[in-house]
């Protein structure tokens, strides 16, 4: 059985930072694109970042761009996000998926096959 779960959000003040993880469990985490999304209130699931099986490719949304950082242990089974320097706007849940055996780093949320259940991150102003 496949299980993402989501760890580490919180509430910080605008500027923070906050580091976001996913462990996995009952995949081949390795064999994984990993990504993550984020979904505010009222608004559509959106992509955050995503990155390659082995870490040697990343991809952005130009909204977190230089702000945000996506590594991975696959020994740990585990992704990350490092969010810098928050904005009130990155308020959101966030989620991180999975997309099996991709060579693309896509930024559709219905190409990945498996979801977390979200962590909260509200920034405030």
């Known amino acids: 059985q496949v299980q993402l779960v989501e760890s580490g959000g919180g509430l910080v003040q605008a500027g923070g930072s906050l580091r976001v993880s996913c462990a996995a469990s009952?995949?081949?985490?390795?064999?994984?694109?990993m990504g993550w999304f984020r979904q505010a209130p009222g608004k559509e699931r959106e992509f955050v970042a995503s990155?390659?099986?082995?870490?040697?490719?990343?991809s952005y949304a130009d909204s977190v761009k230089g702000r945000f950082t996506i590594s991975r242990d696959n020994v740990k089974k585990t992704v990350y996000l490092q969010m810098n320097s928050l904005k009130p706007e990155d308020t959101a849940v966030f989620y991180c998926?999975?997309?099996?055996?991709?060579?693309?780093?896509?930024?559709?949320?219905?190409?990945?096959?498996?979801w977390g259940q979200g962590t909260q991150v509200t920034v405030s102003s």
């Open positions: 990155i390659s099986w082995n870490g040697d490719r990343t």
């Open positions: 009952g995949l081949i985490f390795s064999a994984y694109v």
């Open positions: 998926g999975g997309i099996f055996d991709s060579g693309v780093l896509t930024t559709q949320k219905n190409s990945y096959q498996y």
